[in-house]
């Protein structure tokens, strides 16, 4: 037992030193959050093999506040009834919110959230989709409203999922909200820079994320709506080496926020 000692002591310490930075923090006004976005195609890594339990390690490796999953079966054929998200949070301790975009050999495919904290409540937003539908998750938090969403491989499709969104986040002018997800296009793609003129990109789009065994594009994105009331900034940004465990990479930022004085 004496062994473990110096490696309880250091927790604890560790520990304490975040509350106290926490209470800080707060006290200033001060909000940090850790946001991850993960395609994880089924859990179905590159070798055809399905894996939840690599899946719920990344996510606990990298121990984010939230998180937005793609490609999600919920109780289909090929998952063998099971309903992943669910997989994910039982292994990771998380609440789970999902989002059926369309209907799928007797269940559901879609994407959902994953949050530390329990959710206020979720809202669903259908969007355009020529080759299946899609949708828009949206998950009210205490402090923060994150969402989450795949967008159709269709220019046409995601030039009008833009003015879709930016309408249903228009209500939350009080709270934060951040979006991530597999947006399906490169950073310099005209709906990439129409979303930008309402968003802000937490992560480094020059960090390829597809595919996940040769890197060779950014899809997938982080985001924060821009608002008068609140001030953002980026602590820190990562795409993960993980080349196995799916076709895309998990990405992931830590952004502090706080509410502008003087703002109502």
Partial sequence: MKHFLPYICLSLLIGFGSCAVTKQQQKNGMHEIKILTYNIRNARRMDEKTDYDRIARIIRSIHPDCMALQELDSATTRSNGEVILDELAKRTGMYASYSKSIDYQGGGYGIGILTKEKPLRKEIIPLPGREESRSFL???????????????????????????????VEKYLHKPVFMAGDFNSDAASEEINLLSKNWMMLNDPSKATFPSDHPMECIDYIWAKKNPLFSFKISLSKVENEPIASDHLPVWAIVNYSKIKNKQ
């Fill in 138 to 168: 949206m998950v009210e938090m205490p402090n923060y409203v994150i969402c989450c969403t795949h967008w159709s491989l269709t220019h046409e499709d995601r030039m009008a999922s833009v003015k879709l969104i930016n309408a249903a």
